[in-house]
């Protein structure tokens, strides 16, 4: 269903790759609500995955970019405003990547290049795409700027490895230039702490799919989907949550809030009695 939220809005959309790309579901929903949307993601990545299917369902352009780089972020807003013929409302960071956890290294025994790589890619993409829209004044006054974060930027779980590191980054991002933006522009930046996704990227962290069952049994209202997420990363782009700014928001189903939930504990209370009978069958 269709509300009309974003009617005359303009944004980029980075990171889609996929139908699987949380970045993808809400390219869908910006254009439901009326939106016009730019695509962009590395060449590579274009190349790869399958954006101009998603370019041709939405009408949409897609410019290819390196995040990482300011030159290339420079030519993508430049020719954005060019394709829209003046400034855009939105933008949507979805862009994360740690060659540490693809090539299976352990957070006490990282290659520091490889972490530096997965810092620049994960959140300073996010300040160089902030830093280099402000410079061209590229944004609408009262326009919104939203990047995806985990809860792991304040927690520790295992197995996520360097990109905690770079989630704690990105959301001290949000909130550093959040004021600035603001201060000057009325232009909000916030960060979606999502539940886990089986995103192509996500599906990569070790032990994911025993992370997406525990959060699900944790979450009072189970897991959020990449479609549940672009229902709320669209209601940030709207004019709806206009002060709201520098927050870094839990969409979890209540993850973030728990402890232990029933269903957590009855497979925890479970695996403590198989524990206990293969104790005293090896006693016996």
């Given at each position: ?44 990545s ?5 954006i ?9 352009k ?124 009325k ?31 944790m ?31 839990y ?13 957590a504990?009855?497979?925890?209370n ?15």
């Open positions: 269903m269709s509300y009309n939220l974003l009617k005359g809005k303009k944004g980029i959309i980075f990171g889609a790759l996929n139908d699987k790309s949380i970045a993808w579901k809400v390219a869908e929903r910006a254009v439901e609500e009326g939106a016009e949307i730019v695509l962009t993601n590395m060449a590579v274009i190349r790869m995955g399958t101009n299917e998603l370019a041709d369902k939405c009408g949409a897609v410019i290819a970019a390196d995040a990482t780089s300011v030159e290339d972020l420079e030519n993508l807003f430049d020719e954005t405003m060019k394709h829209f013929g003046g400034k855009i409302d939105f933008v949507l960071h979805s862009i994360g990547s740690s060659p540490n956890v693809r090539k299976s290294r352990t957070y006490d025994d990282l290659d520091y290049g490889f972490l530096q790589k997965t810092l620049d890619i994960s959140a300073i993409s996010f300040h160089k795409m902030i830093q280099v829209a402000r410079k061209k004044d590229a944004i609408n006054d009262w326009g919104s700027i939203v990047a995806l974060s985990y809860i792991a930027a304040q927690r520790t779980l295992y197995g996520y490895n360097d990109m905690a590191d770079a989630k704690a980054l990105l959301e001290s991002i949000a909130r550093s230039f959040g004021y600035i933006y603001g201060r000057e522009k232009i909000r930046i916030n960060t979606v702490s999502q539940s886990p996704t089986p995103t192509t990227a996500g599906s990569g962290v070790f032990g994911f799919d025993g992370l997406l069952d525990f959060a699900d049994r979450s009072p209202l189970g897991n959020a989907t990449a479609d549940d997420c672009a229902d709320y990363v669209v209601m940030l782009f709207s004019d709806l949550t206009r002060k709201v700014t520098m927050q870094n928001l969409h979890d189903g209540g993850f973030s809030s728990m402890g232990m939930s029933r269903n504990m009855n497979v925890y479970k695996s403590l009695e198989m524990e206990y009978n293969d104790v005293k069958h090896k006693e016996e």
